[in-house]
């Protein structure tokens, strides 16, 4: 098992990365990396200091992060994959819905850990910070996380900005809801009682671990478009190459009905 003493400190660096990206957001300034998406110096200078502190307490693990190559081992017990601020494109312009998000694969390429902060989001509360240890139950500021709301009943849902691009909706009569943020589009059937489902497009490894281990924790999961529980794979883990398969995230009967009503666009 992970070290809980250590476990409290990579927790209090991620929540403190969050309160920085917070009071950095008025001053940053936009630029694009190669492939057209958002980067800020908060972004770099969040990576860094996350990775160092990730090396000095759990020297044996390995390290992924959206910002920096590391040199990673495929066989380290546990592979800790950052995401320094997800939904860059609308922190970069002032919006609230972004965070920062560190999830954590065990050997058997399980989500079982996560550390999400979300200074500018929360539920009638100014910010979030969400918590699950290895084997542990999930917390948000403190608080033990429950469900509310019937998760197989989906009437309302959170998915990607380009999901009009991606998706058939002439059989879904529901409510969509967009944030910017794939993690966080991912949290809320956890966080919300009025949000069942959440549906995925084109994601990175660091865009889904930290939610889906929230997710699983509670019963719920992520399914690709042909009924399949995710499974992370060594080439998605290591190799930075995007999903390009839709995933379906609630309950098994809410991700059934998001299967039938939203189906990809041939």
């Given at each position: 098992?992970?070290?809980?003493?250590k476990?409290?400190?990579?927790?209090?660096?991620?929540?403190?990365?969050?309160?920085?990206?917070?009071?950095m957001?008025?001053?940053?300034?936009?630029?694009?990396?190669?492939?057209?998406?958002?980067?800020?110096e908060?972004d770099?200078?969040?990576?860094?200091?996350?990775?160092e502190?990730?090396?000095?307490?759990?020297?044996?693990?390995?390290?992924i992060?959206?910002?920096?190559?590391?040199?990673n081992?495929?066989?380290?017990?546990?592979?800790?994959?950052?995401?320094?601020?997800?939904?860059?494109?609308?922190?970069?312009?002032?919006?609230?819905?972004?965070?920062?998000?560190?999830?954590?694969l065990?050997?058997?390429?399980?989500?079982?850990?996560?550390?999400?902060?979300?200074?500018?989001?929360g539920?009638?509360?100014?910010s979030?910070f969400?918590?699950?240890?290895?084997?542990?139950?999930p917390?948000?500021?403190?608080?033990?996380?429950?469900?509310?709301?019937?998760?197989?009943?989906?009437?309302e849902?959170?998915?990607?900005?380009?999901?009009?691009h991606?998706?058939?909706?002439?059989?879904?009569?529901?409510k969509i809801?967009?944030?910017?943020?794939?993690?966080l589009?991912?949290?809320s059937?956890?966080?919300?009682?009025?949000?069942e489902?959440?549906?995925?497009?084109?994601c990175?490894?660091?865009?889904i671990?930290?939610?889906?281990?929230?997710?699983?924790?509670?019963?719920?999961?992520?399914e690709?478009?042909?009924?399949?529980?995710?499974?992370?794979?060594n080439?998605?883990?290591?190799?930075?190459?995007?999903?390009?398969?839709?995933?379906?995230?609630?309950?098994?009967?809410?991700?059934?009905y998001?299967?039938?009503?939203l189906p990809?666009?041939r």
């Amino acid at each position: 098992m992970l070290d809980k003493i250590k476990l409290d400190a990579i927790a209090n660096e991620i929540e403190e990365a969050g309160h920085f990206a917070y009071r950095m957001q008025k001053s940053v300034h936009r630029s694009f990396k190669k492939d057209g998406s958002v980067l800020t110096e908060a972004d770099t200078t969040i990576s860094h200091s996350i990775i160092e502190r990730i090396h000095s307490l759990f020297p044996e693990a390995a390290v992924i992060s959206e910002e920096e190559e590391t040199g990673n081992n495929m066989d380290a017990e546990w592979i800790f994959i950052l995401d320094p601020i997800d939904g860059t494109d609308v922190y970069s312009q002032g919006m609230p819905s972004f965070a920062v998000s560190l999830g954590v694969l065990d050997k058997n390429r399980n989500p079982v850990a996560a550390y999400i902060a979300a200074p500018r989001f929360g539920t009638g509360e100014e910010s979030l910070f969400i918590r699950l240890d290895p084997d542990g139950k999930p917390t948000v500021n403190g608080e033990e996380l429950t469900l509310h709301g019937d998760k197989d009943d989906v009437r309302e849902i959170m998915m990607g900005s380009k999901g009009a691009h991606d998706m058939d909706f002439s059989r879904f009569d529901g409510k969509i809801r967009v944030l910017g943020s794939t993690i966080l589009h991912i949290l809320s059937p956890a966080l919300f009682p009025s949000v069942e489902g959440v549906v995925v497009q084109k994601c990175f490894v660091w865009d889904i671990i930290s939610s889906h281990a929230i997710l699983k924790s509670l019963g719920m999961d992520l399914e690709d478009e042909n009924g399949n529980l995710f499974k992370y794979s060594n080439e998605f883990i290591f190799s930075k190459r995007m999903l390009s398969s839709i995933l379906y995230g609630g309950t098994e009967k809410g991700r059934a009905y998001l299967r039938a009503t939203l189906p990809p666009l041939r």
